[in-house]
């Protein structure tokens, strides 16, 4: 069974730096698989926010280009979003999988950004 294990988080003040680290347990498909973080604000819908193929290509939303960079290691399986310039807009939980949820969701992690 695959297991997803977010990192990372905490609290910070508005314009610092974060950096999430996700590990997945237990796939043997984990190099073909398109990863994803997902953010799930106070009261919304858990959105995605950046993914990247196995090759190593990567995509954006656009409220956090520029300011996020997502990572991989297919050696340790394990995906990476290092968070600069955060805002407030930023808080939320979040999580890793791939970009079609195929996992079962991990607990995430608590970023909170204070203004």
């Known amino acids: 069974q695959v297991q997803l294990v977010e990192s990372g988080g905490g609290l910070v003040q508005a314009g610092g730096s974060l950096r999430l680290s996700c590990v997945v347990s237990g796939s043997i498909f984990f190099r073909l698989d398109t990863m994803g973080w997902y953010r799930q604000a106070p009261g919304k819908q858990r959105e995605l926010v950046a993914h990247?193929?196995?090759?190593?290509?990567?995509n954006y939303a656009d409220y956090v280009k520029g300011r996020f960079t997502i990572s991989r290691d297919n050696t340790k399986k394990t995906v990476d979003l290092q968070m600069n310039s955060l805002k407030p807009e930023d808080t939320g939980v979040y999580y890793c999988?791939?970009?079609?949820?195929?996992?079962?969701w991990g607990q995430g992690t608590q970023v909170t950004v204070s203004s």
């Open positions: 999988n791939t970009i079609t949820g195929r996992y079962i």
């Open positions: 990247i193929s196995n090759g190593g290509t990567t």
